[in-house]
Nanobody
Framework: QLQLVESGGGLVQPGGSLRLSCAAS????????IGWFRQAPGKEREGVSC????????NYADSVKGRFTISRDNAKNTVYLQMNSLKPEDTAVYYC??????????????????WGQGTQVTVSS
């Protein structure tokens, strides 16, 4: 059964860090580009960071550049999102998703066909 499972979310104070993981089963992540998206209450789902299948290309939303780092370990079938200097506006449900357009790293939602269930990230004092 094909599945993407996010983990690592939680409650953190402003300025803190979290590392999200996206683990895959039923598919080989190395065959896919992977994106991290987030959705805050009342807002549309937006792209946060995306990485191509080899890890050689990455993209970041302007709001997270310099604070978030996406990486992947294809041997472990896992993609990570390291989030530092977190802000209250980073509060959202974070989703990972897989795209068959494996060589690209564009965070266009329509490119991504498999989605996880999401993990909540709350940044609050």
């Amino acid at each position: 059964q094909l599945q993407l499972v996010e983990s690592g979310g939680g409650l953190v104070q402003p300025g803190g860090s979290l590392r999200l993981s996206c683990a895959a089963s039923g598919l080989t992540l190395g065959d896919y580009a992977i994106g991290w998206f987030r959705q805050a209450p009342g807002k549309e789902r937006e792209g946060v960071s995306c990485i191509n299948n080899s890890g050689g290309r990455t993209n970041y939303a302007d709001s997270v550049k310099g604070r978030f780092t996406i990486s992947r370990d294809n041997a472990k079938n896992t993609v990570y999102l390291q989030m530092n200097s977190l802000k209250p506006e980073d509060t959202a449900v974070y989703y990972c998703a897989a795209s068959l357009l494996k060589a690209q790293s564009t965070c266009v939602k329509d490119f991504y066909i498999y989605w996880g269930q999401g993990t909540q990230v709350t940044v609050s004092s």
